[in-house]
């Protein structure tokens, strides 16, 4: 079993930069891929970035690419969220999430994921 706990969230200006963890229990949290997805007000829940197990893959949402970069620290059983020139569209929940695999979640449901998170809100203001 893996629990995870995201922090890093607030609030912060366009144009600005901000970095959320999420930090997971459980021995099998190295086996897992982990990636965020985020739910903005009004909207639905959507794909934001994953990692694989090791790292060796990434994969963002087109509406991220080039500002997000993810990482993570298997040793402190915890995946990172750098979010950097932030946008008001930015503003969303953001939620952790784990899966055994790294494939395919950009079209997955964040319902789908093996373990989630419950979430730490962004906002951006303008």
């Known amino acids: 079993q893996v629990q995870l706990v995201e922090s890093g969230g607030g609030l912060v200006q366009a144009g600005g930069s901000l970095r959320l963890s999420c930090a997971a229990s459980g021995r099998t949290y190295s086996n897992y891929a982990m990636g965020w997805f985020r739910q903005a007000p009004g909207k639905e829940r959507e794909f934001v970035a994953v990692?694989?197990?090791?790292?060796?893959?990434?994969y963002f949402a087109d509406s991220v690419k080039g500002r997000f970069t993810i990482s993570r620290d298997n040793a402190k059983n915890t995946v990172y969220l750098q979010m950097m020139s932030l946008k008001s569209e930015d503003t969303a929940v953001y939620y952790c999430a784990g899966d055994r695999s790294w494939t395919g979640w950009g079209s997955r449901k964040f319902v789908a994921m093996d373990y989630r998170g419950k979430g730490t809100p962004v906002t951006v203001s303008s």
């Open positions: 990692i694989s197990w090791n790292g060796g893959v990434k």
